[in-house]
């Protein structure tokens, strides 16, 4: 047997950020070396991507996840005990063929995650590095790029606004640990003006402000007083990011927006965010238009993408062969890469790769159930990517992954180099 030969799978019922049941795994190899990975969760989800297996019934709201723990235990195990622990490729094939269906819903795209990212950890424990120089291998590394939210809406707030995420790019920063302060002048700013305006709801799913805004333009008013209010400028030094997810409250072509109660077809809906392109500072949205209106997406990249990223999530859900599909009809010029979303890290880097091809922005992401876990942070550098989306400057789920970039930038030292605006269309490289 190897010395990096799988001996052994452990996995167990932990706690994420919602409060609800997610899957560790533990796997060991035979030299002793060890990795731990975790399943997120989604509350926007794309209906094309991996599907967790959850239990059902009315106890712990349907969410647990002893199913999921018993096909690791009973189903994957015995299959990839034994197995080279280096070979990701070959043990993530394994566990797809194992599950045998299109969206993993078998054994559940949370059990086939865990154990993928276990397995990749363990491997890197192998080889004594830490996981982004394993990833890395010989390659340079860049620390990219982050979005951070400040309001949280859509499912990540009973759906008080209708945009889910309105974030802040620090793109006047030079590092990660300037990029991060701004975001946090930025983060207090916002708390003040909430504040004095009666306005602060609650904390949102990500972290960021549950906002009490009566329309959602006056959500984008605050971002932008809170950015100036902490001494910044909106066009040069911290720019606004969108998550729209459109998907969430439009199908068909037809969009409901329940905070302003009113209903646009497709043009309309492309028309209002192309009306806050030419009126806010925003450098990139998110899945503008529903993962299910190609035609809208196609009109919007066409008349936004050359000044904006337009990034595909639920259109997308990280899947090299719709990314290839999307890069040919120019429908999105950026791609949100999350590890649950395709099951696999072998289907993730996969879309990451075809997004690289085709000159498209990277932005790996977490999800709005989250863990300590910081497993992502070390695929963002490793992989390259240029942007990292995982929520708010508040929640420990949250911090524990920026804190992580701030150490991997410190541990690169005089190597370290920070992605900046590089990639993101109209302000970086790609424009």
Same mark, same amino acid.
């Given at each position: 047997?190897?010395?990096?030969?799988?001996? +052994?799978?452990?996995?167990?019922?932990?706690?994420?950020?919602?409060?609800?049941?997610?899957?560790?795994?533990?796997?060991? %190899?035979?030299?002793?070396?060890?990795?731990?990975?975790?399943?997120?969760?989604?509350?926007?989800?794309?209906?094309?991507?991996?599907?967790?297996?959850? *239990?059902?019934?009315?106890?712990?709201?349907?969410?647990?996840?002893?199913?999921?723990?018993?096909?690791?235990?009973?189903?994957?195990?015995?299959? #990839?005990? !034994?197995?080279?622990?280096? *070979?990701?490729?070959?043990?993530?094939?394994?566990?797809?063929?194992? *599950?045998?269906?299109?969206?993993?819903?078998?054994?559940?795209?949370?059990?086939?995650?865990?154990?993928? %990212?276990?397995?990749?950890?363990?491997?890197?424990?192998?080889?004594?590095?830490?996981?982004?120089?394993?990833?890395?291998? *010989?390659?340079?590394?860049?620390?990219?790029?982050?979005?951070?939210?400040?309001?949280?809406?859509?499912?990540?707030?009973?759906?008080?606004?209708?945009?889910?995420?309105?974030?802040?790019?620090?793109? !006047?920063?030079?590092?990660?640990?300037?990029?991060?302060?701004? &975001?946090?002048?930025?983060?207090?700013?916002?708390?003040?003006?909430?504040?004095?305006?009666?306005?602060?709801?609650?904390?949102?799913?990500?972290?960021?402000?549950?906002?009490?805004?009566?329309?959602?333009?006056?959500? %984008?008013?605050?971002?932008?007083?809170?950015?100036?209010?902490?001494?910044?400028?909106?066009?040069?030094?911290?720019?606004?990011?969108?998550?729209?997810?459109?998907?969430?409250?439009?199908?068909?072509?037809?969009?409901?927006?329940?905070?302003?109660?009113?209903?646009?077809?497709?043009?309309?809906?492309?028309? #209002?965010?192309?009306?806050?392109?030419?009126?806010?500072?925003?450098?990139?949205?998110?899945?503008?238009?529903?993962?299910?209106?190609?035609?809208?997406?196609?009109?919007?990249?066409?008349?936004?993408?050359?000044?904006?990223?337009?990034?595909?999530?639920?259109?997308?859900?990280?899947?090299?062969?719709?990314?290839?599909?999307?890069?040919?009809?120019?429908?999105?010029?950026?791609?949100?890469?999350?590890?649950?979303?395709?099951?696999?890290?072998?289907? &993730?880097?996969?879309?990451?790769?075809?997004?690289?091809?085709?000159?498209?922005?990277?932005?790996?992401?977490?999800?709005? !159930?989250?863990?300590?876990?910081?497993?992502?942070?070390?695929?963002?550098?490793?992989?390259?990517?240029? +942007?990292?989306?995982?929520?708010?400057?508040?929640?420990?789920?949250?911090?524990?992954?920026?804190?992580?970039?701030?150490?991997?930038?410190?541990? %690169? !030292?005089?190597?370290?180099?920070?992605?900046?605006?590089?990639?993101?269309?109209?302000?970086?490289?790609?424009?």
């Amino acid at each position: 047997m190897p010395d990096t030969a799988i001996t +052994q799978i452990r996995a167990r019922r932990i706690w994420d950020s919602r409060g609800r049941p997610t899957v560790e795994v533990d796997v060991t %190899l035979a030299d002793g070396s060890t990795g731990r990975g975790v399943a997120p969760a989604g509350a926007s989800r794309g209906s094309r991507e991996a599907l967790d297996l959850r *239990d059902g019934g009315e106890r712990l709201g349907g969410f647990g996840v002893v199913k999921a723990l018993r096909a690791i235990e009973t189903e994957i195990a015995p299959v #990839l005990i !034994g197995r080279d622990g280096t *070979d990701q490729a070959g043990i993530d094939a394994a566990m797809i063929a194992l *599950d045998g269906t299109t969206l993993k819903s078998r054994l559940g795209g949370n059990a086939l995650v865990a154990v993928s %990212l276990a397995v990749l950890h363990a491997a890197a424990a192998s080889a004594g590095k830490p996981l982004w120089q394993y990833l890395a291998g *010989d390659g340079p590394v860049s620390l990219p790029m982050p979005e951070i939210q400040i309001f949280g809406g859509g499912a990540h707030a009973g759906r008080r606004i209708d945009i889910q995420d309105l974030m802040v790019m620090p793109i !006047g920063a030079k590092s990660v640990a300037e990029a991060l302060e701004m &975001t946090a002048e930025i983060y207090l700013s916002a708390g003040r003006i909430m504040q004095s305006r009666g306005l602060i709801a609650g904390v949102a799913d990500e972290g960021g402000y549950w906002p009490a805004f009566s329309t959602n333009e006056e959500a %984008l008013d605050t971002l932008v007083a809170a950015i100036e209010g902490a001494g910044f400028d909106p066009a040069t030094e911290a720019a606004i990011s969108l998550d729209i997810a459109a998907s969430e409250f439009g199908s068909n072509g037809h969009y409901r927006l329940g905070l302003e109660k009113r209903e646009l077809d497709s043009d309309a809906m492309c028309d #209002l965010l192309l009306d806050w392109c030419a009126r806010y500072p925003i450098a990139s949205i998110e899945d503008p238009l529903a993962e299910d209106d190609r035609a809208g997406l196609i009109r919007f990249t066409a008349a936004a993408g050359g000044k904006v990223q337009v990034i595909g999530d639920d259109y997308l859900v990280t899947s090299a062969e719709k990314v290839e599909r999307a890069a040919a009809d120019n429908a999105v010029n950026a791609v949100l890469l999350k590890v649950n979303q395709a099951g696999t890290i072998t289907e &993730t880097r996969a879309a990451l790769q075809a997004a690289q091809r085709h000159g498209f922005g990277t932005v790996v992401s977490a999800r709005s !159930g989250e863990t300590e876990d910081v497993a992502i942070a070390h695929l963002a550098v490793g992989w390259n990517a240029q +942007q990292f989306k995982v929520g708010s400057f508040a929640r420990s789920e949250r911090t524990a992954k920026w804190n992580e970039l701030l150490r991997i930038e410190e541990a %690169l !030292g005089a190597n370290a180099h920070f992605a900046g605006t590089a990639g993101i269309r109209g302000i970086g490289k790609a424009s």
